[in-house]
């Protein structure tokens, strides 16, 4: 049991490092950086070997929905260009897909309409303690990747989206102060993984993502991309943000977020 043995020597090594980095955020260390990448790695390998790489999330019944399903996040983008998307009713809105594709794709909100699509009754789990369940239509992921054809080195899928996370009220945003969120392959072709554009029968409100959104059933709220507008294939996001695959991530969230 050589790997068990040698993270229980990493985490020993950790624990007496702690008098040694006083000097700084805990969280901040290199040593437990790396000790908590170890431990995703490990939840991430966990979960799939146990509960099977595509075990579906349990889905509710109609009775089960939410009154009122609970908005998280941004819940309207402040710039011109998704406010007018809003006065156009999403007509023009478009989603692309390039990066490590063998066919770069541009679809429009009806275009995804046009597709096959899949509901489900799920329930949303946030990272701040509450949940809610809702119903959810939209086109699975996977159906819009193999339109595109991932090129064998693609691992990941990055989730572009609209809503600027500066304090702004224009346009002048910088690229990458926009909200992204990541799935690697596995999961994105996950049977449950949506481009969500419908929300209890009905199109999806602007607070829950309007026009398009991710739904991830096995993964929590974070990672749920809204607003999405792009789909980028890559090997890598190190040099996308802050390298850690996601906007909470940069700010030390788990990449993995499998429940």
């Not at 980095?21 to 437990?32: F, I, L």
């Not at 991932?150 to 304090?167: E, G, I, L, Q, W």
Request: hydrophobic share 35%.
């Amino acid at each position: 049991m050589p790997d068990r043995r040698n993270l229980l020597r990493g985490a020993a090594a950790a624990a007496g490092a702690l008098t040694l980095s006083a000097c700084k955020p805990v969280s901040q260390t290199q040593w437990v950086q790396n000790v908590l990448y170890t431990a995703e790695g490990l939840t991430r390998r966990a979960q799939r070997l146990f509960v099977g790489r595509h075990a579906l999330a349990r889905e509710y019944s109609k009775a089960d929905i939410a009154p009122v399903f609970r908005a998280n996040g941004t819940i309207n983008p402040p710039t011109d260009d998704y406010q007018q998307h809003v006065k156009e009713g999403f007509a023009y809105w478009e989603v692309k897909v390039d990066g490590l594709v063998e066919h770069p794709l541009t679809l429009t909100l009806a275009d995804l309409r046009k597709l096959p699509s899949r509901t489900q009754i799920t329930r949303h789990d946030c990272v701040e303690g509450w949940s809610c369940i809702g119903e959810w239509t939209g086109v699975p992921l996977r159906t819009v990747l193999a339109m595109a054809k991932p090129k064998t080195n693609a691992r990941y899928c990055v989730f572009h989206c609209a809503d600027p996370m500066s304090d702004t009220d224009n346009d002048g945003v910088a690229d990458d102060d926009f909200y992204y969120e990541s799935l690697d392959l596995l999961e994105a072709t996950h049977p449950q993984t949506l481009l969500a554009y419908d929300l209890n029968g009905k199109p999806l409100p602007v607070p829950y993502g309007a026009p398009v959104r991710l739904r991830a059933e096995r993964q929590l709220g974070y990672k749920m991309a809204k607003y999405v507008e792009r789909l980028e294939l890559l090997e890598s996001f190190a040099h996308i943000g802050g390298g850690k695959g996601g906007y909470w991530e940069d700010q030390g969230y788990n990449w993995y977020a499998g429940i």
